[in-house]
């Protein structure tokens, strides 16, 4: 079975950074493309990034693109987002998606990506 486990996560003070990883198993890890989302309480699950099956493309947020780094180690079956210049508003919890590398459906939408981790904090304090 598909299995996402995101680690990394916890508290930052702003300004600081975290890089998260998400180990991926039950799956071939090099046919997926593979998402960040997130969540704060009382908020829609929100996209962030996400990557290509190869590691050759990826995709961001206007937001956040010149703060966060997408990258994938397919040998280690292993997503990772680097986290810098944190600011209050990227407290949530972020959550690992995969997604066939030829599913169909805007990968902007939680709804179009099967599969998913179960999460991990993200605080940022002042």
């Known amino acids: 079975q598909v299995q996402l486990v995101e680690s990394g996560g916890g508290l930052v003070q702003a300004g600081g950074s975290l890089r998260l990883a998400c180990a991926a198993s039950?799956?071939?890890?090099?046919?997926?493309?593979m998402g960040w989302f997130r969540q704060a309480p009382g908020k829609e699950r929100e996209f962030v990034v996400a990557i290509d099956w190869s590691g050759k493309s990826s995709y961001y947020s206007l937001s956040e693109k010149d703060r966060f780094t997408i990258s994938r180690d397919n040998a280690a079956n292993t997503v990772y987002l680097q986290m810098n210049s944190l600011k209050l508003d990227d407290t949530a919890v972020y959550y690992c998606?995969?997604?066939?590398?030829?599913?169909?459906?805007?990968?902007?939408?939680?709804?179009?990506?099967?599969?998913w981790g179960q999460g991990t904090q993200v605080t940022v304090s002042s």
């Open positions: 039950g799956f071939t890890f090099s046919g997926y493309n």
């Open positions: 998606s995969a997604r066939r590398w030829d599913a169909s459906g805007n990968s902007h939408y939680a709804h179009n990506w099967p599969y």
